[in-house]
Protein backbone atom coordinates (compact mmCIF):
# COMPACT_ATOMS: atom_id res chain seq x y z
CA UNK A 1 0.00 0.00 0.00
CA UNK A 2 2.76 2.61 0.75
CA UNK A 3 4.25 2.22 -2.68
CA UNK A 4 0.99 2.43 -4.47
CA UNK A 5 0.29 5.65 -2.28
CA UNK A 6 3.81 6.74 -3.80
CA UNK A 7 3.25 6.20 -6.92
CA UNK A 8 0.06 8.36 -6.91
CA UNK A 9 1.20 11.29 -5.26
CA UNK A 10 4.22 10.70 -8.13
CA UNK A 11 1.77 10.77 -11.12
CA UNK A 12 -0.59 13.48 -9.43
CA UNK A 13 2.25 15.55 -9.45
CA UNK A 14 3.61 14.82 -12.53
CA UNK A 15 0.54 15.59 -14.11
CA UNK A 16 -0.08 18.95 -12.43
CA UNK A 17 3.58 19.66 -12.99
CA UNK A 18 2.60 18.56 -17.08
CA UNK A 19 -0.05 20.75 -17.17
CA UNK A 20 1.74 23.95 -15.87
CA UNK A 21 5.22 23.48 -17.41
CA UNK A 22 4.24 22.88 -21.23
CA UNK A 23 2.18 26.09 -21.30
CA UNK A 24 4.99 27.73 -19.37
CA UNK A 25 7.56 26.61 -21.98
CA UNK A 26 5.40 27.61 -24.92
CA UNK A 27 5.65 31.64 -23.46
CA UNK A 28 8.91 31.40 -23.09
CA UNK A 29 9.49 30.40 -26.62
CA UNK A 30 7.05 33.05 -27.74
CA UNK A 31 8.40 35.98 -25.61
CA UNK A 32 11.76 34.90 -26.91
CA UNK A 33 10.77 34.86 -30.18
CA UNK A 34 8.64 38.32 -29.85
CA UNK A 35 11.36 39.65 -27.89
CA UNK A 36 13.81 39.43 -30.98
CA UNK A 37 12.08 40.13 -33.49
CA UNK A 38 11.39 43.40 -31.93
CA UNK A 39 14.95 44.26 -31.85
CA UNK A 40 14.96 43.54 -35.33
CA UNK A 41 12.88 45.66 -35.78
CA UNK A 42 14.32 48.38 -33.88
CA UNK A 43 17.23 47.67 -35.64
CA UNK A 44 15.84 48.50 -39.19
CA UNK A 45 13.92 51.34 -38.15
CA UNK A 46 17.56 52.92 -37.36
CA UNK A 47 18.57 52.03 -40.56
CA UNK A 48 15.75 53.07 -42.39
CA UNK A 49 16.36 56.44 -40.90
CA UNK A 50 19.51 56.79 -42.85
CA UNK A 51 18.34 55.99 -45.71
CA UNK A 52 18.07 58.98 -48.19
CA UNK A 53 20.02 61.40 -45.42
CA UNK A 54 23.78 59.29 -45.71
CA UNK A 55 25.32 58.49 -48.88
CA UNK A 56 25.93 55.23 -50.14
CA UNK A 57 28.95 54.24 -48.11
CA UNK A 58 28.09 55.85 -45.05
CA UNK A 59 25.11 53.85 -45.30
CA UNK A 60 27.67 50.82 -45.78
CA UNK A 61 29.00 51.20 -42.73
CA UNK A 62 26.23 51.82 -40.81
CA UNK A 63 24.41 48.37 -42.09
CA UNK A 64 28.38 46.66 -41.26
CA UNK A 65 27.61 48.26 -37.62
CA UNK A 66 24.39 46.35 -36.58
CA UNK A 67 24.47 42.80 -34.80
CA UNK A 68 21.69 41.75 -37.79
CA UNK A 69 22.43 40.98 -41.41
CA UNK A 70 20.56 44.14 -43.11
CA UNK A 71 20.02 44.61 -46.65
CA UNK A 72 19.12 47.91 -48.63
CA UNK A 73 16.94 47.46 -51.19
CA UNK A 74 17.49 50.59 -53.66
CA UNK A 75 14.28 51.39 -55.64
CA UNK A 76 17.53 51.33 -58.74
CA UNK A 77 17.90 48.00 -57.89
CA UNK A 78 21.41 48.34 -56.45
CA UNK A 79 21.75 46.63 -52.77
CA UNK A 80 23.86 48.00 -50.17
CA UNK A 81 24.94 45.35 -46.72
CA UNK A 82 24.69 41.56 -46.63
CA UNK A 83 23.75 39.98 -49.84
CA UNK A 84 20.04 38.54 -50.05
CA UNK A 85 17.26 37.65 -52.36
CA UNK A 86 14.69 40.12 -53.72
CA UNK A 87 11.92 37.69 -52.76
CA UNK A 88 8.23 38.13 -52.90
CA UNK A 89 8.30 39.78 -49.22
CA UNK A 90 10.65 42.39 -50.51
CA UNK A 91 8.59 42.80 -53.60
CA UNK A 92 5.17 43.52 -51.43
CA UNK A 93 7.42 46.10 -49.31
CA UNK A 94 8.22 47.95 -52.15
CA UNK A 95 4.46 48.78 -52.29
CA UNK A 96 4.44 50.32 -48.79
CA UNK A 97 4.32 47.87 -46.93
CA UNK A 98 6.46 46.89 -43.87
CA UNK A 99 6.09 43.35 -43.18
CA UNK A 100 7.55 40.46 -41.47
CA UNK A 101 8.31 36.94 -43.40
CA UNK A 102 9.24 33.42 -43.13
CA UNK A 103 12.95 33.03 -44.92
CA UNK A 104 15.38 29.62 -45.43
CA UNK A 105 16.69 29.15 -41.73
CA UNK A 106 14.90 31.84 -39.96
CA UNK A 107 12.77 35.39 -40.80
CA UNK A 108 13.21 38.55 -42.59
CA UNK A 109 12.07 41.76 -41.03
CA UNK A 110 11.04 44.10 -43.95
CA UNK A 111 10.50 48.37 -43.32
CA UNK A 112 9.41 49.76 -45.80
CA UNK A 113 10.96 53.19 -46.52
CA UNK A 114 9.34 56.00 -48.62
CA UNK A 115 10.15 58.96 -50.00
CA UNK A 116 13.86 58.18 -50.32
CA UNK A 117 15.86 59.37 -53.09
CA UNK A 118 15.16 57.83 -56.14
CA UNK A 119 11.72 55.93 -55.09
CA UNK A 120 10.81 53.71 -52.46
CA UNK A 121 13.66 51.73 -50.40
CA UNK A 122 13.43 48.41 -48.43
CA UNK A 123 15.55 47.52 -45.43
CA UNK A 124 15.96 43.66 -44.49
CA UNK A 125 16.78 42.47 -41.03
CA UNK A 126 17.45 38.81 -41.13
CA UNK A 127 16.63 36.44 -37.96
CA UNK A 128 18.18 33.04 -38.34
CA UNK A 129 16.76 30.81 -36.32
CA UNK A 130 19.55 30.34 -33.11
CA UNK A 131 18.83 34.06 -32.84
CA UNK A 132 14.99 34.01 -32.55
CA UNK A 133 15.02 31.06 -29.64
CA UNK A 134 18.12 32.25 -28.38
CA UNK A 135 18.29 31.18 -24.51
CA UNK A 136 15.15 29.03 -24.84
CA UNK A 137 16.93 25.11 -24.61
CA UNK A 138 18.58 26.70 -21.22
CA UNK A 139 15.39 28.00 -19.50
CA UNK A 140 13.61 24.64 -20.82
CA UNK A 141 16.31 22.80 -19.24
CA UNK A 142 15.93 24.46 -16.28
CA UNK A 143 12.11 24.21 -16.21
CA UNK A 144 12.85 20.50 -16.87
CA UNK A 145 15.36 20.27 -13.67
CA UNK A 146 12.49 21.75 -11.57
CA UNK A 147 9.87 19.86 -12.63
CA UNK A 148 12.16 16.92 -11.73
CA UNK A 149 12.91 17.73 -8.32
CA UNK A 150 9.04 18.76 -7.50
CA UNK A 151 8.36 15.38 -9.03
CA UNK A 152 10.96 13.91 -6.00
CA UNK A 153 10.20 16.42 -3.56
CA UNK A 154 6.12 15.08 -3.94
CA UNK A 155 7.80 11.58 -4.11
CA UNK A 156 9.29 12.03 -0.62
CA UNK A 157 6.18 13.90 1.14
CA UNK A 158 4.30 11.35 -0.45
CA UNK A 159 6.23 8.71 1.21
CA UNK A 160 6.23 10.31 4.68
CA UNK A 161 2.92 10.08 4.67
CA UNK A 162 1.75 6.82 3.33
CA UNK A 163 4.56 5.69 6.40
CA UNK A 164 2.53 7.99 8.75
CA UNK A 165 -0.78 5.82 7.55
CA UNK A 166 1.12 2.48 6.95
CA UNK A 167 2.38 2.16 10.16
CA UNK A 168 -0.39 2.68 12.45
CA UNK A 169 -2.23 -0.02 10.45
CA UNK A 170 0.47 -2.65 10.31
CA UNK A 171 0.34 -1.92 14.38
CA UNK A 172 -2.95 -2.74 14.09
CA UNK A 173 -2.51 -6.31 11.75
CA UNK A 174 -0.02 -7.13 14.54
CA UNK A 175 -1.99 -7.07 17.39
CA UNK A 176 -4.58 -8.65 15.64
CA UNK A 177 -2.55 -11.75 14.54
CA UNK A 178 -1.48 -11.88 18.03
CA UNK A 179 -4.79 -12.02 19.55
CA UNK A 180 -5.91 -14.70 17.06
CA UNK A 181 -2.58 -16.67 18.30
CA UNK A 182 -4.18 -16.89 21.82
CA UNK A 183 -1.92 -13.84 23.39
CA UNK A 184 -5.17 -11.44 24.93
CA UNK A 185 -3.05 -9.26 26.31
CA UNK A 186 -2.15 -7.51 23.29
CA UNK A 187 -3.26 -4.16 22.67
CA UNK A 188 -2.74 -1.55 20.40
CA UNK A 189 -1.75 2.39 21.09
CA UNK A 190 -4.24 4.17 18.69
CA UNK A 191 -2.82 6.31 16.09
CA UNK A 192 -2.44 7.58 12.68
CA UNK A 193 -5.57 9.48 10.79
CA UNK A 194 -8.37 10.01 12.52
CA UNK A 195 -10.24 6.53 11.21
CA UNK A 196 -7.22 4.27 11.72
CA UNK A 197 -7.42 5.87 15.16
CA UNK A 198 -11.02 5.00 15.50
CA UNK A 199 -10.12 1.29 14.55
CA UNK A 200 -7.07 1.61 16.96
CA UNK A 201 -9.73 2.05 20.19
CA UNK A 202 -12.41 -0.43 18.71
CA UNK A 203 -9.53 -3.27 18.42
CA UNK A 204 -8.64 -2.69 21.86
CA UNK A 205 -12.00 -2.80 22.96
CA UNK A 206 -13.05 -5.86 21.16
CA UNK A 207 -9.50 -7.35 23.02
CA UNK A 208 -11.26 -6.32 26.45
CA UNK A 209 -14.68 -8.21 25.17
CA UNK A 210 -12.92 -11.25 24.16
CA UNK A 211 -11.30 -11.45 27.47
CA UNK A 212 -13.95 -11.24 29.74
CA UNK A 213 -16.14 -12.97 27.99
CA UNK A 214 -13.64 -16.08 27.79
CA UNK A 215 -13.14 -15.11 31.33
CA UNK A 216 -16.45 -15.49 32.20
CA UNK A 217 -16.56 -19.21 30.17
CA UNK A 218 -13.58 -20.42 31.96
CA UNK A 219 -15.85 -19.29 35.39
CA UNK A 220 -18.94 -21.05 34.13
CA UNK A 221 -16.69 -24.14 33.12
CA UNK A 222 -15.34 -24.46 36.90
CA UNK A 223 -18.88 -23.75 38.60
CA UNK A 224 -20.31 -26.90 36.20
CA UNK A 225 -17.47 -28.62 36.82
CA UNK A 226 -17.70 -28.04 40.79
CA UNK A 227 -21.25 -29.05 40.82
CA UNK A 228 -19.90 -32.78 40.37
CA UNK A 229 -18.23 -32.46 43.99
CA UNK A 230 -21.89 -33.02 45.75
CA UNK A 231 -22.70 -36.45 43.45
CA UNK A 232 -18.98 -37.75 44.01
CA UNK A 233 -18.80 -36.90 47.67
CA UNK A 234 -22.30 -39.05 48.21
CA UNK A 235 -20.79 -41.94 46.08
CA UNK A 236 -17.46 -42.19 48.42
CA UNK A 237 -19.81 -42.04 51.58
CA UNK A 238 -21.52 -45.34 49.58
CA UNK A 239 -18.54 -46.98 48.98
CA UNK A 240 -17.27 -46.21 52.62
CA UNK A 241 -20.78 -48.26 53.76
CA UNK A 242 -19.92 -51.58 51.84
CA UNK A 243 -19.40 -54.36 54.18
CA UNK A 244 -16.69 -55.98 51.52
CA UNK A 245 -13.59 -53.81 52.13
CA UNK A 246 -11.88 -54.94 49.42
CA UNK A 247 -14.75 -53.61 47.14
CA UNK A 248 -14.79 -50.80 49.29
CA UNK A 249 -11.09 -49.68 49.05
CA UNK A 250 -11.51 -50.63 44.91
CA UNK A 251 -14.50 -48.17 44.63
CA UNK A 252 -13.33 -45.61 46.65
CA UNK A 253 -9.78 -45.68 44.76
CA UNK A 254 -12.35 -45.30 41.71
CA UNK A 255 -13.76 -42.10 43.59
CA UNK A 256 -10.89 -40.80 44.13
CA UNK A 257 -9.19 -40.58 40.05
CA UNK A 258 -12.62 -39.09 39.39
CA UNK A 259 -12.05 -36.11 42.01
CA UNK A 260 -8.94 -35.87 41.20
CA UNK A 261 -10.31 -35.43 37.29
CA UNK A 262 -12.62 -33.29 37.95
CA UNK A 263 -10.37 -31.09 40.01
CA UNK A 264 -7.83 -30.94 37.22
CA UNK A 265 -10.80 -29.62 35.05
CA UNK A 266 -11.74 -26.99 37.12
CA UNK A 267 -7.50 -25.98 37.05
CA UNK A 268 -7.15 -26.34 33.73
CA UNK A 269 -10.60 -24.09 32.87
CA UNK A 270 -9.62 -21.44 34.97
CA UNK A 271 -5.94 -20.94 33.97
CA UNK A 272 -5.59 -18.10 31.50
CA UNK A 273 -3.16 -19.01 29.46
CA UNK A 274 -1.87 -22.84 28.83
CA UNK A 275 1.56 -23.21 29.48
CA UNK A 276 3.15 -25.29 26.71
CA UNK A 277 4.86 -28.53 28.33
CA UNK A 278 6.41 -31.95 27.25
CA UNK A 279 6.12 -36.08 28.17
CA UNK A 280 7.16 -38.84 27.64
CA UNK A 281 4.51 -40.37 25.47
CA UNK A 282 5.32 -44.13 26.45
CA UNK A 283 5.15 -43.69 30.08
CA UNK A 284 1.31 -41.77 29.86
CA UNK A 285 0.20 -44.50 27.52
CA UNK A 286 1.37 -47.27 29.27
CA UNK A 287 -0.11 -45.71 32.74
CA UNK A 288 -3.41 -44.93 30.78
CA UNK A 289 -3.54 -48.10 28.86
CA UNK A 290 -2.95 -50.47 32.38
CA UNK A 291 -5.64 -48.50 34.49
CA UNK A 292 -7.93 -49.11 31.33
CA UNK A 293 -7.18 -52.95 31.55
CA UNK A 294 -8.44 -53.46 34.76
CA UNK A 295 -12.15 -52.53 33.05
CA UNK A 296 -10.81 -54.72 30.01
CA UNK A 297 -10.62 -57.80 31.55
CA UNK A 298 -13.88 -57.09 33.50
CA UNK A 299 -15.25 -57.40 30.39
CA UNK A 300 -13.30 -60.17 28.86
CA UNK A 301 -12.10 -57.38 26.43
CA UNK A 302 -8.86 -59.00 24.51
CA UNK A 303 -6.21 -56.32 23.61
CA UNK A 304 -2.26 -55.54 22.82
CA UNK A 305 -0.13 -53.18 23.48
CA UNK A 306 2.97 -52.00 21.63
CA UNK A 307 4.71 -49.75 22.94
CA UNK A 308 8.72 -48.37 21.27
CA UNK A 309 11.18 -48.10 23.84
CA UNK A 310 10.67 -44.90 25.40
CA UNK A 311 11.48 -41.98 26.16
CA UNK A 312 9.47 -40.89 23.56
CA UNK A 313 9.34 -36.92 24.04
CA UNK A 314 6.31 -34.96 22.72
CA UNK A 315 5.45 -31.47 22.88
CA UNK A 316 2.11 -32.15 24.57
CA UNK A 317 1.62 -32.01 28.66
CA UNK A 318 1.00 -35.05 30.77
CA UNK A 319 -2.25 -34.63 31.62
CA UNK A 320 -3.48 -33.43 28.21
CA UNK A 321 -1.92 -36.86 26.30
CA UNK A 322 -3.30 -38.41 29.39
CA UNK A 323 -7.07 -37.18 28.26
CA UNK A 324 -6.79 -37.64 24.73
CA UNK A 325 -5.75 -41.43 25.48
CA UNK A 326 -8.86 -42.02 28.07
CA UNK A 327 -11.04 -39.93 25.61
CA UNK A 328 -9.65 -42.51 22.67
CA UNK A 329 -10.07 -45.61 24.63
CA UNK A 330 -13.24 -44.48 26.65
CA UNK A 331 -14.68 -44.79 22.77
CA UNK A 332 -13.47 -47.89 22.61
CA UNK A 333 -15.70 -49.34 25.68
CA UNK A 334 -18.34 -46.87 24.92
CA UNK A 335 -19.26 -47.47 21.29
CA UNK A 336 -18.26 -51.37 20.97
CA UNK A 337 -19.78 -54.41 22.75
CA UNK A 338 -18.37 -56.02 25.28
CA UNK A 339 -16.04 -58.86 24.48
CA UNK A 340 -14.71 -56.64 21.48
CA UNK A 341 -10.80 -56.74 21.27
CA UNK A 342 -8.84 -53.61 20.31
CA UNK A 343 -5.06 -52.64 20.17
CA UNK A 344 -3.14 -49.75 21.07
CA UNK A 345 0.25 -49.03 18.91
CA UNK A 346 2.79 -46.55 19.52
CA UNK A 347 5.96 -45.99 17.25
CA UNK A 348 8.29 -42.94 16.51
CA UNK A 349 7.66 -41.23 13.23
CA UNK A 350 9.28 -38.59 11.70
CA UNK A 351 9.38 -35.39 13.67
CA UNK A 352 7.21 -36.48 15.93
CA UNK A 353 5.37 -40.01 16.83
CA UNK A 354 2.49 -41.87 16.05
CA UNK A 355 -0.48 -43.20 18.48
CA UNK A 356 -3.22 -46.12 16.77
CA UNK A 357 -6.20 -46.86 19.11
CA UNK A 358 -8.10 -49.51 17.08
CA UNK A 359 -10.71 -51.67 17.66
CA UNK A 360 -12.17 -54.71 16.17
CA UNK A 361 -16.16 -53.78 16.12
CA UNK A 362 -18.81 -52.15 14.12
CA UNK A 363 -16.99 -49.24 12.67
CA UNK A 364 -17.89 -45.46 13.16
CA UNK A 365 -21.64 -44.71 13.49
CA UNK A 366 -21.43 -41.22 11.65
CA UNK A 367 -20.74 -40.35 7.93
CA UNK A 368 -17.88 -37.50 9.97
CA UNK A 369 -17.39 -38.20 13.02
CA UNK A 370 -14.51 -35.45 13.67
CA UNK A 371 -17.79 -33.17 13.76
CA UNK A 372 -18.13 -32.09 17.38
CA UNK A 373 -21.20 -32.97 19.20
CA UNK A 374 -22.44 -35.31 16.38
CA UNK A 375 -21.62 -39.18 17.70
CA UNK A 376 -24.48 -41.55 16.71
CA UNK A 377 -24.40 -43.82 19.74
CA UNK A 378 -26.16 -41.68 22.04
CA UNK A 379 -22.70 -39.67 23.77
CA UNK A 380 -21.61 -36.58 23.34
CA UNK A 381 -19.62 -37.01 20.55
CA UNK A 382 -16.50 -34.77 22.32
CA UNK A 383 -14.17 -37.64 22.29
CA UNK A 384 -12.27 -37.42 18.85
CA UNK A 385 -12.50 -33.90 19.16
CA UNK A 386 -10.72 -33.59 22.00
CA UNK A 387 -7.66 -35.85 20.42
CA UNK A 388 -8.14 -33.65 17.54
CA UNK A 389 -7.91 -30.55 19.46
CA UNK A 390 -4.98 -32.00 21.23
CA UNK A 391 -2.99 -32.81 18.37
CA UNK A 392 -3.52 -29.74 16.88
CA UNK A 393 -2.82 -27.55 19.40
CA UNK A 394 0.48 -28.83 19.44
CA UNK A 395 1.08 -28.95 15.56
CA UNK A 396 0.45 -32.34 15.18
CA UNK A 397 -3.05 -33.74 13.55
CA UNK A 398 -5.39 -36.96 13.57
CA UNK A 399 -6.76 -39.16 10.91
CA UNK A 400 -9.37 -41.68 10.83
CA UNK A 401 -9.13 -44.91 9.02
CA UNK A 402 -11.02 -48.64 9.30
CA UNK A 403 -8.90 -51.44 11.22
CA UNK A 404 -8.02 -54.49 10.11
CA UNK A 405 -10.71 -55.95 11.87
CA UNK A 406 -13.08 -54.23 10.09
CA UNK A 407 -13.66 -52.07 12.97
CA UNK A 408 -12.61 -48.48 13.91
CA UNK A 409 -8.61 -47.03 13.63
CA UNK A 410 -7.96 -43.75 15.15
CA UNK A 411 -4.08 -42.29 14.16
CA UNK A 412 -2.34 -39.59 15.92
CA UNK A 413 0.58 -37.72 15.10
CA UNK A 414 2.49 -35.95 18.08
CA UNK A 415 5.22 -33.33 17.38
CA UNK A 416 8.59 -34.40 19.00
CA UNK A 417 9.38 -32.22 21.92
CA UNK A 418 12.15 -29.05 20.83
CA UNK A 419 14.00 -28.87 23.83
Not at 247 to 271: F, M, P, Y
Not at 319 to 334: K, P, R
Not at 345 to 351: F, I, N, S, Y
Not at 398 to 416: H, K, M, Y
Amino acid sequence: MRRWLTLLVAATTSLVLIALMVPLALLVRTVAVSGAVSEAESEAESVAVAVGAVDAETLRLTTEQTSHPVTVFLSDGRLIGAPAPRSTAVELAFLGRSVTAAAPGGREILVSVQGAPGGTAVVRVFLDDDRLTRGVPQVWAGLAALGLALVGLGVLVGDRLARAVIRPITALAGVSHRLAAGDLSARTVPDGPVEVHAVGIALNHLAERITGLLAEERESAADLSHRLRTPLTGLRLEAESLTDPEESARIEARVDALERAVTSVINEARRRVRDRAECDAAAVTAARVAFWSVLAEDQARHFTLDLAPGPLPVAVPADELAACVDALLGNVFAHTPEGVSFSVRLEPAEGGVLLTVADAGPGFATSDPLQRGESGAGSTGLGLDIARRTAESAGGSLSLRTSAAGGAGVILFLPAATS
